[in-house]
């Protein structure tokens, strides 16, 4: 999986585009994200997981909102 930022998004502000992925990934990503939902885990470092390839050091922190 790809994880890039592009600067020219709505409103100014920038994007983060998930690409390049198959159902590893797909797989993967549900996983953490269901752990993030259940409380099971407080912060995931997306361009930190090994199935995922940060384009020119991208970085994709996603936290919990119950938190924050």
């Excluded at 159902?23 to 993030?36: A, D, H, K, V």
């Excluded at 259940?38 to 919990?64: D, F, H, M, Q, Y």
Aim: hydrophobic content about 35%.
């Amino acid at each position: 999986m790809k994880l890039e930022f592009l600067p020219d998004g709505p409103n100014n502000s920038g994007l983060i585009p998930l690409y390049d992925y198959g159902s590893f990934e797909i797989r993967e990503l549900r996983r953490l994200t269901g752990e993030l939902a259940t409380g099971a885990r407080e912060r995931i470092a997306l361009n930190e997981e090994s199935w995922v390839a940060p384009v020119e050091g991208c970085k994709l922190i996603l936290t919990s909102a119950y938190n924050t």
